[in-house]
């Protein structure tokens, strides 16, 4: 959102900008906290006054916040409603750090709903924490702020009672435990007297001239006795955070009057910081054909098929970036508690029993502190639990990330199944999302409501989202398993295999081919493996692989592999006649063998840089679908109910030149150097301007610029991301390594798929993502899994006997490291093959021809792919030419002229692409 700034200061802006960059915000979190500073300056400083005249700051403040109608209590209070997953408690640490920052505020009090999220809160503030708030402030990094909660204050709050100065101090409290302690009139323990003090430490608090409130969730307790024992604590004022800005009432919800900043869960789905929801059912599935118990068990089937392939895949995703590894786990909505009990006895008796004793059942017949406590506990990877049965909808303080599959059994309409179903399963394992579909899906087994919750999804008025998903019947099912690859050396000289996780747990694929076979010499080979891995990053000593194998490098190994073993180790080698030279001299032979060298290059602008926008035409769909909006205002009399027209209401704002409205919603985003690219952003504006004009009356575009101009300032600035450029007048390419060995690979196939001979002709060519294929003579690894037919012929073609190909691989993720441009963001790009002949190593991308424009030119992600591939190659063959080592080349080779007949001599010569 666009936001008014003017009031703020520079030094207000750049402490802003600080807390943003040091605490990595997101847009939402960046806007409140802009807001919040707003809120200050617009006030002149009164929202920070204790004896500021709350009506007269509630109308200031109206005029800035258009939802503020009304504080709601005593003292100034201002509601930032950020849907779930996006970061409020982080939100909260970069409020105390800006108040502090700027204005001195060193006082916090803290609310918690209940006691998990209290000891959340408490654990969040605590330096020692993964998830402390305050990590990169660098005025919390020798003074962290004093935190003090509702269990320690009579001993730690007392240090500081009559201390005005010295460190942030944030009270973190319990308002349940409040909210009990008052129960019957009694005051609640903190405003009672402490007689070593002479004052409660209600009292102390309630007098601070500085104390801010945060009430975090405060949507579960705005009506609590609690709440009203605390007004009289009397705060500066009050920030309140919530994902559900209303309360519940037997009229329906009451939405807050204090809102701010609104960012609802939609908006979370579609900036893609939460998961994506998808409804699930089976193909061609017919509700009606099946009783209800029926119905339920196949539901309870499905959603356990669903939750192990979403394991299989989230298994490849950790090892193939490495990443940290995630279980997913599946939630079962029961009926009752009865009907929890006979789930979890029929769930562990399915499948072989494979999920006895990892499946727990967690309801009213707990306390909710213990069920959410049970339910954090399920995050933890080497905790068993795979199935959740839960009776009551899910609350607050479950913040775990690994929910995947949600199969509701409950009687409920559609409505409140998509609520209820989505609940807390949408937050991101890895903080954001990756690209890759089960990773980034929140699966519903919905199938007898699988067309009402489509239906109701499919509402103009339901601003949620959800996509749909189709499962195979049971019967024709491929189950699928994750298979981890290393490298021929790595088989070799460790002895591993090529292992697969599925359902059934891990298994050997096949067998490793090792090179040694006994302990002792397995600990040297690997030592020395280790050591030589060393040498990737020191281009001094080993400029490419082929340095390994001079005597003076191999000197320097079996000495620094000597150093490594322990002396007990040396004198056991002795005497089983381990010869760690010997050993060492076949590792770096195997070593150069089984390596093409693969320098990293890093490309650094130098001198000048230069950064703009290229000129481009708008893609105006968009706009030319924008109309007017009806601001005419209608006075009814309540006597007569007769209706009166007082004129036809706009927002006043006239500007002489129309692209005005849109140049001013487009200097408020920071990132456009608005004096630099003056001219091309009047230029898009006009291109909007005369959209509108070629569709509408003048009136029409008038209406249009006032009431949507931030809309289309929006579109712009989308748009100008991917005509952005940065050019420099030259740029330094530093080698950081010669060569690099081989990382391992990481596969999802079918499950119990055996290993394919290459040569084998797939007459299914739809299920070759499934398969691995094996056989090779000269591939690096032991297989190898193509992601279409085209690239199996062409590793045909690379295993021909008469071809000069000497070894070659396909690129694991994160090989190269290479990236391309894709409208403004930067993926990885990682080639189909690499190969290795006489005279030179080939990068190989094979590309179906439907990725060709009319003309037969490639499209532009083909493009730019080729592009950072020729770039690469360039750099390499510099760098190689200098070391001995081989030129490469890039080509890309349309699919249709992959034939076993064409030679590799052939596709050098003519796919070839240069700079």
Known sequence: MTMDLSSLKPDQLRAINNVIGRLSLRQPQQDSLRALAVAISASEHKLLNPKRDVPELLETLKAQFPKLSDFERDFPSLCFALATGVGKTRLMGAIITYLYQVHGIRNYFVLAPNLTIYEKLISDFSPASSKYVFKGITDFVLAPPEVITGDNYESRGAQF????????????????????????????????????????????????PDLVLLMDESHRYRASAGIKALNDLNPTFAVELTATPFTESSRGPVHFKNVVIDYPLACAMDDGFVKEPAVVTQRNFDASQYDKDELETIKLMDGIRLHEQTKVDLTTYAHENDAKLVKPFMLVIARDTTHAAELLSKLESVFEGRYRGKVIQVDSSKKEEETIQALLNVEHVDEPTEIVIHVNMLKEGWDVTNLYTIVPLRAANARTLIEQSIGRGLRLPYGKRTGVEAVDTLSIVAHDKFQEIVDEANDPNNPLRLKTRVLDRPEDDVSKQSVQVKSNLEQQLTGSGVTATGAGGNREVQEPKATYTTPNQQTVARAALDVIKQYQTRPTDAPTSK?????????????QVKAQLTQEQRELFT?????????????????????????????????????????????????????????TLIQQSLQDNHQTIRGEGDSGNYEPVKQNYILKKLFDYDDIPYDEQAELLFDLATQAVNTLAAENDDDVVENILQNQSDAIAK???????NHFFEEATEYVVDVRSGFSTLRDCAYTIAQDQPVQSYRDTVRDVSRIKQMLFGGFSRCLYPVQKFDSDTERRFAVILEHKHEKCEKWFKPAKGQFKMYYKRGSEHPEYVPDFVAETADYVLMIETKSTQHQNKDGSWNEEVTEKARSGVKWCSHASEYLAQHGGKPWKYLLIPHDAVKETNSLAYFTQQFAKAE
């Open 715 to 721: 579109l712009i600035h989308a748009q100008l991301n």
């Open 575 to 631: 005497e089983e006649s381990v010869d760690i030279t010997a050993i060492v001299e076949q590792v770096t032979q195997l070593t150069v063998d089984n390596t093409i060298d693969i320098p990293r290059i890093i490309v650094s602008p130098s001198g000048e840089v230069r950064t703009g926008y290229h000129p481009f035409d708008l893609d105006i769909a968009a706009i030319k679908g924008l109309k007017p909006i009806d601001r």
């Open 161 to 208: 009672m009559g201390d005005m100065f010295g460190s942030v101090r944030i009270n973190v409290f319990n308002i349940a435990k409040i909210n009990t302690e008052v129960r019957g009139g009694k005051a609640p323990r903190i405003k009672r007297l402490a007689e070593t003090l002479g004052e409660s430490y209600f009292e102390y608090l309630s007098n601070l």
């Open 547 to 559: 340095a390994l194998v001079t005597s003076e490098v191999k000197a320097q190994i079996t000495e």
